[in-house]
């Protein structure tokens, strides 16, 4: 059974050398009278919040990774031996699994049971797994949108942005999005723009937004969200998705413009997917029908095979990947 080890906590930007890829020859196997369930991972997904738990974390939801211990993630597996009554041998799942081939899962009444497969099965990492339902609910719920609205998402091309900006498109909403690359601004939005090629971030806002922003998807933090503050149009809303770009630092950037939350009247949020995760068969059943329609379109980047996955993993920190960053551990 490969494993992908956490080597010691992290600081600064995550190395591949920081996690080291073990074959453990201890035989996994559901318990006479356990409830476990043994699952042979297929997908594993590449989350940007794997990265807060490779440190000591203080104040977050998600508990420390420990020193040579396996990572966790989302992902996608098939179960191959079950002691559970609402799963049985063949099932395809998807949740909270192990950085290995093989993981024994004490708790599955925690995975979500696959029943559509006409779709690609890794979309369960994405789309119609845990990035959707953030993109959905952030977008839906956390940002109140109109029709109309003018919407700007930072990380426009990754796994969540890239739907945020769709959901906001078929909803009548202008788009612009930023990511690092120009090959990436691709996803149909009104404007797209390449961050890393703008002097002056509040600029560029400005060149897209004249009047202002009704609504900001937050991925990225720091300076980004500072540049946004300063373009929020009255009554705005910013939902706090992420902040990719303070995961590396040992202490968050200062932000120096949120007196414009009071000038502006915005309301700014935090949210967490998990929140969400109860209304996932309602949230399923309103994104397949886009899905199979080709009304929304998901572009994944694939790292085939369980060692590729420490480099895919800190890939994400860089913008390395084009869609969604997963990892292909077995075909079925
Ligand atoms: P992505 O697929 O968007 O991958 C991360 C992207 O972020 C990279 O491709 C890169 O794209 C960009 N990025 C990386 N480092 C920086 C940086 N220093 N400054 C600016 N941009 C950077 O990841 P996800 O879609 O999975 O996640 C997006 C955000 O949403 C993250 O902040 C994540 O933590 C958050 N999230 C929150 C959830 C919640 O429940 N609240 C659930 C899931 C995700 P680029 O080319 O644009 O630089």
Redesign the pocket.
Not at 241 to 245: E, F, N, P, Q, V
């Given at each position: 059974n490969k494993q992908v080890i956490l080597k010691d906590y992290v600081s600064g930007f995550p190395k591949e050398s920081d996690m080291l890829i073990k074959t453990s020859t201890v035989q996994l196997k559901v318990a006479e009278g356990s409830e476990a369930v043994l699952v042979k991972n297929l997908y594993l997904s590449c989350?940007?919040?794997m990265r807060g738990r490779m440190k000591i974390s203080v104040g977050s939801y998600a508990e420390s990774f420990k020193p040579g211990q396996i990572l966790s993630g989302f992902g996608v597996g098939k179960v191959v031996d079950s002691g559970y009554a609402n799963l049985k041998k063949g099932d395809l799942v998807w949740g909270i699994t192990g950085w290995e081939e093989y993981t024994l899962i004490e708790q599955p009444n925690k995975l979500f049971k696959i029943h559509h497969t006409d779709v690609p099965l890794s979309y369960y990492t994405g789309i119609l797994g845990?990035?959707g339902i953030?993109a959905y609910s952030g977008f839906y719920e956390v940002c109140s949108p109109k029709k109309g609205e003018s919407v700007y998402i930072?990380?426009a091309?990754?796994?969540?942005?890239q739907l945020v900006g769709q959901f906001a498109k078929l909803f009548g909403c202008y788009v612009v999005g930023?990511?690092?690359?120009k090959e990436?601004n691709k996803f149909g939005f009104d404007e797209a723009f390449n961050y890393k090629e703008e002097q002056d971030l509040d600029v560029a806002l400005k060149r897209y937004f004249p009047e202002g922003i009704d609504i900001y998807f937050e991925?990225?933090g720091?300076k980004?969200l500072d540049a946004v503050l300063l373009n929020m149009k009255l009554h705005g809303r910013i939902a706090v998705?992420?902040?990719?770009?303070q995961y590396n630092l040992d202490k968050n950037e200062g932000i120096h413009n949120l007196t414009q939350l009071i000038f502006k009247r915005v309301r700014m949020q935090g949210?967490?997917?998990?929140d969400y995760f109860h209304a996932y068969p309602k949230f399923l059943d309103t994104i397949l029908p886009l899905v199979r329609e080709n009304k929304i379109v998901y572009t994944e980047d694939i790292a085939e095979g369980i060692e590729r996955g420490p480099a895919a993993l800190i890939g994400?920190?860089?913008?390395e990947?084009v869609g969604?960053?997963l990892v292909l551990v077995a075909r079925d």
């Open positions: 989350d940007p919040s845990m990035p953030t930072s990380a091309s990754g796994a969540v942005g930023s990511a690092g690359t990436k991925n990225v720091g980004m998705c992420g902040m990719i770009s949210f967490l997917a998990l994400i920190f860089s913008g990947n969604k960053q």
